[in-house]
């Protein structure tokens, strides 16, 4: 069966300021040492499994020239543009009715395109799995990531542990991201694993679901759909769109919806979440900093320093993050990576958007 | 009895980069809201003592355009420019000998070009009154700053409490910088001042000193005024120069030297030896802040951030201390100012002379 794939490419990711910027957020940044962006990563880590004409990119009318840039060997086509963010089940939606008018029958990932992977062999085969069981009936599939810690950033999916078709194990519900405590119970009890946001299902599953448990955006959909390649197709897109209320997925369909599955994941997955990640990503040297650029460091351990070319000396620091852009600097102690959108909300209010 | 000052003008300022470079060191820097420069400052608190055209500044040559620039009243050919620097002996030494061609009599101040004074007023009557001490007979006089607390990056001088003429006192002994330890014992015992670097005393009296107990300098010296505006006069100076050593005045002259006073000063002085004077010199806010440039601060305190027209943001610092310029950003901790000096060892061993 044709597998598809539908990345979504619409966050703002404030938590990467001053590098990601409105005009250019996260997933359009390189984080890595091999200079590729987030989402050129993510289209490149599924072609063994979807061809480049099949992958499509939901983003924001203003990236769709960073993505035609990023991705030249992306059909423009295949860019589809929300004229606002509704979160992700009309995003999704977007792309199952775009998709369905190409495809009679066809497996999709859903996948942001903002995460990072290790072991992208471990990640081809879970989705190859995750198939599999998505075109077993009518099943809704979800990749759970196994937790390495009690994360309090991230959502948790309680599965049935005795309950599994293959490798793949039926959900009991989704959790919202939890207290401390809560996380540490959630790990003790071994039934949990961290949301990841991807999902695989057919596309006549997901649109029979939408119709089911979403009628009214199914209906937005179906006339958005009916409207491609007319004359109407953004007037009417515009006016759909503006009528849908912003839901995530799991709360408009996965957690109403039969047949939910899940598949673990151990595949060194990491939502890239904040600037703290850039040390799990890149490695760092023998006093546990990462940097990039023109740097000296002196008695200087735990941090991380991004650089370009102006020199950074670095003295008797520790556990600080440092990003430096032509127009802005960030200096930031790691435990407060959380207040960096207040700096955001600071410059939105004093009028600052050069900086946003 | 007229008054003349040599203002010393010729150190590096290591301590202050990456605003202080070699090509601009502290003394030409403005440290101060009202955008005076430390060597402006200084002749500026001296004027109603000492006419413009009394005042002498030793530097080095390629500080000259500096001079200049900054002091455009002073008559040109009051710069002396040493050909190297040779410490305190030798520039004092050429202003002594530059000064007796003008003036048969006088009583010469000495002063460093890049200390900070709060209260002028007090200042100037503590010079009065050692210039007053100085034309009594023979006499070398030093201003000795009284301590705050038990600096160890300051000289101390040992006084006689019970031997004072007027306010001076007779020194006992000159010490080099303290232990913590010994810091304490010289606050505890109440006979000991900061040495401050200041002298007074009249010009006959400081080359009868250097022809006694310097002699070979003494004889340099002589040639070099002996041949100042002869077409020789730079030759001259650069080979003399080159045989002095390197001696402070206060190993070569005042700890061998009889009648050596010391005058109390209470008026606010700073040696203005680290990025930490700056919060001496500049009001800090509620939050123990000392802010110039275009800067936010979230959650951060005990600060001193100095930028320019580019964005700084703060995050959960304290004790930091940040300095951006053009080509350069240092960010330190309070704690290790002692190591930026290290920067520029760095610096030098690669060759990296654009930022030094």
């Not at 996948?111 to 471990?122: C, E, F, G, K, W």
């Not at 919202?176 to 946001?197: F, H, T, V």
């Not at 939502?271 to 990039?292: M, Q, Y």
């Amino acid at each position: 069966m044709k597998i598809t794939a539908l990345i979504m490419a619409g966050g703002r990711g404030e938590r990467f300021w001053p590098r990601s910027r409105k005009s250019q957020p996260k997933q359009f940044l390189s984080l890595t040492e091999d200079g590729k962006t987030m989402i050129q990563l993510t289209v490149e880590r599924i072609l063994p499994l979807v061809a480049i004409e099949d992958i499509y990119i939901v983003t924001n009318r203003e990236y769709r020239l960073l993505v035609c840039e990023q991705l030249p060997t992306l059909p423009p086509e295949n860019i589809l543009c929300e004229p606002f963010g509704r979160n992700t089940a009309p995003c999704i939606g977007l792309g199952a009715v775009s998709m369905s008018l190409k495809y009679e029958e066809a497996v999709m990932l859903v996948l942001p395109a903002d995460h990072m992977i290790r072991y992208n062999s471990i990640f081809l085969s879970t989705l190859r799995e995750a198939c599999e069981t998505a075109q077993m009936g009518e099943n809704l599939v979800t990749i759970g990531i196994t937790p390495d810690y009690p994360e309090v950033g991230y959502g948790y999916i309680k599965f049935h542990p005795e309950q599994a078709v293959n490798h793949a194990y039926i959900v009991e519900r989704f959790v919202e991201k939890p207290s401390l405590e809560l996380a540490k119970e959630y790990i003790a009890a071994n039934e949990y694993l961290w949301n990841s946001g991807m999902f695989i299902w057919k596309l006549t599953t997901i649109l029979n679901n939408i119709q089911k448990y979403m009628p009214d955006m199914y209906e937005g959909l179906i006339k958005i759909r009916d409207s491609i390649h007319t004359p109407e197709e953004n007037d009417v897109l515009e006016r759909e769109f503006k009528k849908f209320l912003p839901e995530s997925i799991d709360y408009g369909i996965m957690e109403k919806a039969q047949n939910i599955y899940i598949l673990p994941g151990s595949f060194g997955w990491d939502d890239v979440g904040s600037w703290l990640a850039v040390e799990r990503i890149r490695k760092s040297n023998e006093l546990g900093n990462v940097v990039s650029g023109n740097i000296i460091t002196i008695d200087t351990k735990n941090c991380i320093i991004e650089g370009t070319r102006k020199l950074i000396a670095a003295v008797g620091m520790e556990n600080m993050i440092v990003v430096d852009t032509d127009d802005a600097t960030l200096i930031c102690n790691k435990n407060s990576t959380g207040d960096i959108k207040k700096i955001l909300e600071n410059l939105k209010i004093c009028n600052r958007n050069e900086y946003i």
